[in-house]
């Protein structure tokens, strides 16, 4: 998986009920894009994300 700062990640939910997270990837930590990425959600959080196979990234 490859990123840049401004792009989005959305994590699909793994339970029903539960929505999906989006969120704009503010810092690329790995090299050239690698993760781990820091995600600053759509309520307002930042954390520290290494995605698994449940995340998306779209292109800013």
Do not use: K
């Not at 990837?25 to 449940?54: C, K, M, N, T």
């Amino acid at each position: 998986m490859r990123a840049n700062v401004g792009d989005q990640i959305l994590v699909h939910s793994r339970a029903v009920g539960i929505p999906e997270q989006t969120g704009e990837i503010v810092e690329v930590r790995g090299a050239d894009g690698a993760p781990p990425y820091v995600v600053r959600f759509d309520d307002g959080h930042e954390s520290l994300v290494f995605p698994g196979p449940d995340c998306v990234v779209r292109p800013h």
